[in-house]
């Protein structure tokens, strides 16, 4: 058992061994550092068993090949940086290949470089069929809000919540894992046509509640409902009567939900310390439904507890830990306006004063919506998908905040004209990527 080691001693340590790498002085020679500067070399001397069970024979050779450029590199964290990420692609790749299904020009066309605004024109329940798992690091929507539009129409309130559970249990698959979905949908005044189908059987349906069991049900953590405050509304989602007696009084309904959503899939995956890289790790403990905790049991790792104990960290703490830099910081003032749980800002007025809709949909939300969820649960180049397009309010967004934006919308005739103007106008590009998939 190496001895005990504080955080101090282990920052003098990591200056020295740095120092060593960069001018070659001399190292004390009670030090516990190797001398070897081939950082890399010791990763792979502790971690080799660990990295041939996980990836197999084959992954390891790959692994080998493709790390062959590091091994000139002397700065440490680098290459426990780099390394830990080359590992983190081939696993990811390992468990991409456990999926049949996937449609390669539709994958192509989603990782090609490009203007970074995409549009899949098709069902989004096919699109996602076709595509590759965990492939995506955000999702955020709007989605039909069952029979309250012409061009979204279900016989009854059962047919349509089933087929948004097909689209959600697909969604769990493309979603990347420790990441989240942004669903926006507000509660109607409508007939379920299920036990009463007269006209007279209209009454609140409380979507948002559905959502939430079925997100559930598909295995996602129901983390947070924000109450998106619209002010006044002029719509018919409540059933005022004009009567002033007990009975005749229901409130107007002013307000939509944003519901999120974590996935967390329980990966026993080994992932390296994040302090030393190896990937000599025991299982610690699951700190919440789906997220494996590792503690290092390298001795020689540069950070261990006065107990004698090794870092603990788990995938997520991985990739959110590793983002904690300048370059990453929500803006304070964005912060503060999404402090509290009931969050007022306006919807968007597609009517002009000649009653003539002006932004050619009708349901479009406003950017306040995937500007919360960009900013809140990605990092820039990452890739957000909305399945419900529209007028790619999300994909604009997206794009200004220099994440890839792909948005699939189903209604190519009725909508395209006057989304691809949106997008011009909001951003004033011309080479927008398009893709028919039927
Ligand atoms: C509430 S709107 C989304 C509006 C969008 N958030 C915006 O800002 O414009 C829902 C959209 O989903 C589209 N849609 C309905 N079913 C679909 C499906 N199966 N696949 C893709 N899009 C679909 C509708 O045509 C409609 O444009
Ligand atoms: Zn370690």
Redesign the pocket.
Known sequence: MSEIHTGNVIKEELKLFNNYIHTKKKLPDNSKINRDNNYLAQILKISKPYLLKELSETGYKELLSNINGLSKETNTSIVIQKFSEIYCELIKKKYRSEYKNTNKTLNDFINKQDSGIKIIW????K?LKGMESESIQLMV?????YNA?E??QWNNLDEYLQ?MRM?IKESYRVLDNHRVWIW?VGDIFDNDNLAVKSVWGKRRLPLGAYFIKIFEEEGFTFVDDFIWDKGEVQSERHKNGNNPYPFYQYPANCYEHLLVFHKHRLDKTKYPCPVCGCLKVNGNSQPEIGIQSWECKNYDCFERSEGNRGKRFSYKTNITQSHHLKEHEIPKDFISKWRKDIVKFSP?IKINSKGVNTLG?T???PPD?PEFAIRMFTYEDEKVL?????????GIVAKKLNRIGIC????EK??RKA?IENIIKNLNITNISELNYE
């Open positions: 098709g069902d989004c329940f699109v929507t709007s989605p039909p809000y539009r061009y979204s087929d689209i926006n968007v949909h349901a479009p939300f919506i909305d399945p419900f397009g529209g007028s790619f309010t999300s699939i919308e189903l209604n009725l909508f989304s």
